[in-house]
């Protein structure tokens, strides 16, 4: 969900509002029939809701349960970080314009407000009324106040002297000392105090700032706990203790609230001579953007609620009152933490494929044919390697390779600086806008700028989301060309977790396409024909739609007609408006879409011949796969992108055709069948935008995800 553009400007088209039959960035007009589309803020909410349901299925490991409901928590923060963020923003500046689903920003908010309220109370009374008990069944207990022993609370007194105390600054509340800052989505608790404190003052208030440094969960030593796994909330040390932090006053209240803001960077690319500098000024500014969501503690006092929603400017409908801690995102380390393999989904060993294993120098492997990768049933290593090879390798002269997301400790990025020290011609494009990523990239950045590479940032307007890396060798007196494409980041980890597709090729045409794109980035050129890979914002749209209508014209000529599509997101109007087009000429349309999806399917004389399904599971399913059966030709592309304006319009994407028979099975195979056959963790979406979960009765289970697993790693 860490992919929507910064807001540039303060104005509707920077915020994507576009009245119905208004033309958007890429000259292309919507559809006026609101009817026919879904909201994108509605569509993502019912998304959390099938994470949260993993949280609910007994068939889900129980460690695993308590990770998906951190999951979702983790969501909703970053909904309402981004989206409903810009709802609110939208409203404030009195925007009236609708989407193609005809809200306008306060009908839209109107309705997210009553839902996102009905998912958290139910993740709460999950969490309290059967995660808790169950995992308490397996001796795994989160100690409760009312219930420690004499022990237990004589060792939590003596670590919130020795461990908590230290790191706490008190503020009472007067005119020498106004609230204060609070930051996103920190933990925090308002004191409510009787008494003068030593200068006379009769305060009534109190913040205190729980320290960012220390976990929201401590584990108790087995002997004082009285059990293998005994964890204590940060929260509920400070509540015992809330005392010895006002001495000679009376405590009456002490509750916990968690604030959650604005987060998007307000920067004018266009005005910026060094965005770098610019990024590294504003980054700090993330944690104090507009408030958007106050959450308290179910205990907390009416008059303190609505006092704090005075500091925050927020109204009823942006209080969230739970039942336990605020932030259940924090508790998602207790599943690493917790020894218990049992409870957590089976380990597993990525494989490696055929070609690899047979032949380790991974050029002379690709010149013997094309590779592909699925991670993360098969290792991401491969990319790695290629990479590392290529900076060791003498023969090497250039390497190029575009960063969207990378990962805290990369060992591409290591290899990359390495090659550029040995004095290899290195070219990184950086994506400094990558959400949630840019103090890394920027870091990452001036670090190869300091061994030796050339690093770019892109193009002024444009994400780079394209994943492409090229590799420039000298043979036989000739330079040949490697590259490597793929539908998601070079990111390690994210690899483990998300399902992915990367292909290795030394194909000369579509590595001179690659070659094209690099010079586009970093020069001024304009951008040519290219021979395999359509290339967003320029070409990718336009040859979706053709290739939408050519699969329709099969259909009204009588040939056989067939469309199956995975993605995260559906949401741009005229890739719906043409598969509309497609259903009513007899196209069968498969659609696998993970999260958002605004088309309608089922719909009589519209949408009947297409099907939609998301798949929730183990793996998060972030592959873009596009295939066409196109008169038995059966073209197949994987892409960086999402069917969404902002993919199409406003970013570097990249989608590229496997060429290979045997690789086109495989995707088929791998990527597209099983996700179509699973009776266990697909859910399908019907024409109102509910999903339900498909059953299997009579027959067996069958699950995409596990059965992969089982048949590669």
Known sequence: MRDSAPILRNDASA????????????????????????????????????????????????????????????????????????????IKLGATATGPDGLDAKQVFSKVSAQAHELVSHQYRLFNEILIPDLASHDIHFLRRPYWTTQQAAWIKAYFFRELMPLLTPIGLDPAHPFPRVLNKSLNFAVELDGKDAFGRNLGAAIVQAPRALPRLIRLPEEIAGCEYGFVFLSSILHACVDELFSGMSVRGCYQFRVTRNSELFVDEEETRNLSQVLQGELPNRNYGDAVRLEVADNCSKEMTAFLQAQFDLADADVFSVSGPVSLVRMLQVPDWVDRPELKYPPFRPGLPKELVRQPDIFRAIRQ????????????????????????????????????????????????????????????????FARFDEEQNIEWAQRLEQEGAHVVYGVVGYKTHAKMAMVVRREQGMLKRYVHLGTGNYHSETTKLYTDFGLLTCNAAMASDVASIFIELTGLVRPGKLAHLWHAPFTLHRELVNAIRQEADHARAGRKALIIAKMNALLEPKII??????????????????????????????????????????????????????????????????????????????????????????????????????????WEMDASGNYQRRKHRHGHAYAAQRALLAKMA
């Open 577 to 682: 408006q043409a598969l509309y087009q497609a259903s009513s000429a007899g196209v069968r349309i498969e659609l696998i879409v993970r999260g958002a999806c605004a088309l309608r399917p089922g719909m009589p004389g519209l949408s009947e011949n297409i099907r939609v399904r998301s798949v929730i599971g183990r793996f998060l399913e972030h592959a873009r796969i596009f295939y066409f059966y196109n008169d038995k030709a059966e073209d197949m592309h994987l892409s960086s992108a999402d069917w969404m304006d902002r993919n199409f319009f406003r970013r570097i994407e990249l989608a590229f055709p496997i060429l290979d028979k045997s690789l086109k099975r495989r995707v088929l195979s791998e990527g597209l069948r099983p996700y179509l056959k699973d009776n266990s963790e697909a």
């Open 15 to 90: 915020l994507g509002i576009y009245q119905a039959g208004a033309t958007p960035a890429g000259g292309i007009g919507m559809q006026a029939a609101p009817a026919n589309y879904i909201n994108r803020e509605l569509s993502l909410l019912e998304f959390n809701r099938r994470v949260l349901a993993q949280a609910d299925d007994p068939d889900t490991p129980l460690l695993e349960r308590l990770r998906f409901l951190c999951i979702f928590g983790n969501n909703m923060d970053e909904f309402y970080e981004v989206r409903v963020a810009a709802l609110k923003e939208q």
């Open 369 to 432: 044919g094309d590779i592909l990768l699925h991670h993360p049933y098969q290792s991401f290593s491969p990319v790695v390697e290629f990479i590392s090879q290529a900076a060791q390798d003498p023969y090497v002269v250039a390497i190029k390779q575009t960063v969207y997301r990378a990962g805290h400790d990369s060992a591409l990025l290591e290899a990359l600086a390495r090659a550029a020290r040995s004095g290899k011609e290195v070219t990184v494009v950086v994506e400094l």
